[in-house]
């Protein structure tokens, strides 16, 4: 009967999953998007921070070892077998260990009793009440004290607050809340699952959308909503370039979306934006860009004023908190 030393199947679980491809299976391996790896065979696969995980199938592991026998359905023996080959021939070069990264703690902007300023805010830029509502009811959205500013609010799949933008009213001021993690930025998933994400560049402009597909008839829940956490600035060379990290957490998180519609501001910056991102998507994902020509405004937003005949908004963002 086959036996394998108890030591060299120690030495063979010893090997990360990442190290194992980048060593003996770089063809199978896909850079994501930050520290975030998936495979070629499968694209719901994600490698991260020493761990794996197959969202479509709910398993995951550490080592390369689980990842042979679960994914690739090798008995145990040969998955040892395989491992500890590679290396006979040819020593692995293990990526160093990175630093762990401590939890942010977000702290959020003490809330005011009401939030009249902020839906009279919003309103007047053209979102619709029925937007604004839902977005209070679910946490997403309120107005801070004492400043009054309107609070963004991003979550995770477990709705817990992970990232706050701030917006002045009647004022240049916008800002993050102190802690704040951009992987989460604000977002509403859709009410059944839906394979499409629509990708904006702020919250304003997602709320906007979302009013045009209500003026239109349409259920706004229908699809994923996104927004960026900031202007996006990707690297002069398209292949150094990394993805938005919210964008890549809301795909791991929802393995499920085929689709991203890139509805991004209609200037330079986004525009580069778009098409960066589109290059970085197009092998796993379906991309379309979709941003709204429009002689007088640049965003949706400006889109929804036009439409309704209101004011356009011009404001001088600053990136200070007061």
Known sequence: MPYIPPEVVEKAREMDLLTYLKSYEPQELVHFGGNT?????????????GKWCWFSRGIGGYSALDYLIKVKEMPFMQAVETIMGNVAVSP???????????????LLPKANRCATHAVEYLHGRGIDYDLIDFCISTGRLYESYPYHNVVFVGQDRRNKPRYANLRGIGS??????????????FGIPAAFESDTLN?????????SYGTMQKLDGKDW????????AGVYKPKARIEESSLPVALVQYLADYPHIRKVVLRLDNDPAGRIAAATIKNLLTKRYAVTVDIQPSPQGKDYNDCLCLRLGLPITKRKERSKER
């Not at 790896?37 to 921070?49: A, G, V």
């Not at 990708?199 to 709320?207: C, G, N, T, Y």
């Open 221 to 228: 829940r229908h699809e994923n909503l996104l927004s960026l």
């Open 37 to 49: 790896y998936c495979t070629r065979e499968h694209d719901s696969l994600k490698i991260s921070n």
């Open 92 to 106: 692995p070069t293990y990526m160093p260990a990175q630093k762990e990264q401590k939890p942010k703690v977000l």
């Open 172 to 185: 240049d001021f916008i800002g993050d809340a102190n802690g704040s993690d951009k992987h989460y930025s």
């Open 199 to 207: 990708l904006f560049e702020s919250a304003v402009d997602l709320l």
